[in-house]
């Protein structure tokens, strides 16, 4: 991981497990006892004060990319799952799914110094990083890190196969908003009709555990051939376009992108804010 740091700049530890071939949480293990923390697998006990970190980066992730809602969130339980919920988004995610917790501390020269604590399933692969910017804040709530240390602090880790969970994303956003007529477009084209112009967006990202929606005002995404983007004071975005092979208008009349294994996002344009 070292080496890849070393010869490619802004290389995120999606791409670098890729590359390496590693569940990403084997990459946050390598870490344990110079920057990592292996804290005990329990979401719900770790986030408890969440409301408390101030504005916070909440990354989740599926075969398109990653989905970043950034502001001050609450958590909740409700339906079976953890809702982490604030002015600009909603979150839903399956507790029961998350088998590896880490305390992370780091630095590099893309991203300066960085504190965040990242949730991984069964096969090491991520369910949530939530990233805290406030340091003051982050010193305060230390203790409550300390107490929740996981008694195993070793290096390696052991990817099995998730189980069947406790909440299912899939079936939570197509409850809310189910499908409706198919589309024949090209999916570059769709995005740009509905993202590259200033206003106010719904973006919803489903993933294997969880799924998130942002709600608010974009000044007009960026698009380009692989990939289309957002950068707005509340949100960060990168999503692919190669895993999408369905496209479909959701009965509200938002665009819903499919992969193989399901819906990916939905995405409204005039949104409320």
């Known amino acids: 991981?070292?080496?890849?740091?070393?010869?490619?700049?802004?290389?995120?530890?999606?791409?670098a497990a890729r590359l390496l071939d590693v569940p990403e949480a084997a990459l946050v293990a390598s870490r344990v006892g110079s920057g990592a923390t292996r804290l005990v697998p329990d979401l719900k006990q770790v986030l408890a004060p969440v409301s408390d970190w101030g504005r916070v980066l909440c990354a989740f992730s599926n075969a398109c990319g990653v989905h970043m809602p950034l502001g001050v969130v609450e958590a909740s339980s409700a339906n079976g799952a953890l809702r982490l919920s604030g002015e600009h988004m909603d979150a839903e995610l399956d507790a029961s799914a998350v088998k590896d917790a880490y305390l992370f501390i780091d630095s590099d020269e893309s991203h300066g110094n960085t504190r965040s604590v990242q949730f991984f399933d069964a096969a090491g692969d991520t369910v949530l990083k939530v990233f805290i910017f406030h340091k003051t804040r982050f010193l305060e709530g230390e203790r409550h890190f300390e107490r929740l240390a996981h008694a195993d602090q070793s290096m390696t880790v052991s990817p099995?196969?998730?189980?069947?969970?406790?909440?299912?994303?899939?079936?939570?956003?197509?409850?809310?908003?189910?499908e409706g007529q198919p589309l024949n477009g090209e999916v570059r084209e769709e995005i740009a009709r509905l993202l590259r112009a200033p206003g106010q967006i719904e973006l919803e990202l489903v993933g294997d555990h969880a799924r998130v929606t942002w709600r608010g005002a974009i000044s007009g995404a960026r698009i380009d051939e692989a990939m289309f983007h957002l950068h707005e004071p509340d949100v960060r975005s990168h999503l692919r376009y190669a895993p999408v092979s369905g496209l479909s208008l959701a009965r509200s009349g938002a665009l819903v992108l499919s992969g193989d294994e399901g819906r990916l996002l939905r995405v409204s344009a005039g949104a409320r804010s």
């Open 160 to 178: 099995g196969l998730p189980g069947p969970g406790d909440f299912d994303a899939e079936a939570a956003s197509t409850t809310q908003d189910p």
């Open 1 to 15: 991981w070292e080496t890849l740091l070393a010869s490619r700049h802004h290389l995120h530890a999606p791409e």
